[in-house]
């Protein structure tokens, strides 16, 4: 049973970079899975941000593209987001997730963690 | 991008009704189809991948079904911890995308 944990600020100010961690537990980084981001704006749906593959390729959404960065520190059990520029928009609580190479089923999730993005 | 389109966007029904959700995708995705369920404060569950293939864990009365580009979530006899949001997601390509969502409430 994989077990996700999202840390980082929840607050940001408005054309900085926001920051998140996700540890990972109960399985391997390098388990087969992608590791992905996805955010949901209160009251609103939900938006695939990205995910990675560790050692692999990495697959951005085209309308955060050139601000979005995705890492893995597989020694960490860890894998990372940073959003660049933020604005107000980008308030939302983020999740980290397990999706399955083959169906790309998100089949894991942390439990979210809330960012503000204000001055 | 794939649009999902999810219908209806809210329902009421009562407890031992029949539920059924529609999803149908703007071109076709073949079966990368999954529905999730998100109650208030939680992530979302996933409840059925590849279209009609039950999550382990999750009871027998949710079920999917699919003909061309349309999805059918249904859930057999709706029962009190039933009560939620229900989206459906497009594996077939990236950027992976989502319905808008279904709520479904207490009548």
């Known amino acids: 049973q994989v077990q996700l944990q999202e840390s980082g600020p929840g607050l940001v100010k408005p054309s900085e970079t926001l920051s998140l961690t996700c540890r990972v537990s109960?399985?391997?980084?390098?388990?087969?899975?992608?590791w992905a981001w996805i955010r949901q704006p209160p009251g609103k749906g939900l938006e695939w941000i990205g995910h990675?593959?560790?050692?692999?390729?990495?697959y951005h959404n085209p309308s955060l593209e050139s601000r979005v960065s995705i890492s893995v520190e597989s020694s960490k059990k860890q894998f990372s987001l940073k959003l660049a520029s933020v604005a107000a928009a980008d308030t939302a609580v983020y999740y980290c997730a397990s999706i399955g190479q083959l169906e790309l089923n998100i089949d894991y999730w942390g439990q979210g963690a809330l960012v503000t993005v204000s001055s | 991008d794939i649009q999902m389109t999810q219908s209806p966007s809210s329902l009421s029904a009562s407890i031992g009704d029949r539920v059924t959700i529609t999803c149908r995708a703007s071109q076709s995705i073949s079966s990368f189809l999954n529905w999730y369920q998100q109650k208030p404060g939680k992530a979302p569950k996933l409840l059925i991948y590849a279209a009609s293939t039950l999550q382990s864990g999750v009871p027998s009365r949710f079920s999917g079904s699919e003909s061309g580009t349309d999805f059918t979530l249904t859930i057999s006899s709706l029962q009190p911890e039933d009560y939620a949001i229900y989206y459906c997601q497009q594996g077939y390509r990236t950027p992976l995308t989502f319905g808008g969502g279904t709520k479904v409430e207490i009548k």
């Open positions: 990675i593959y560790p050692g692999g390729s990495t």
């Open positions: 109960g399985d391997s980084i390098s388990s087969g899975h992608y």
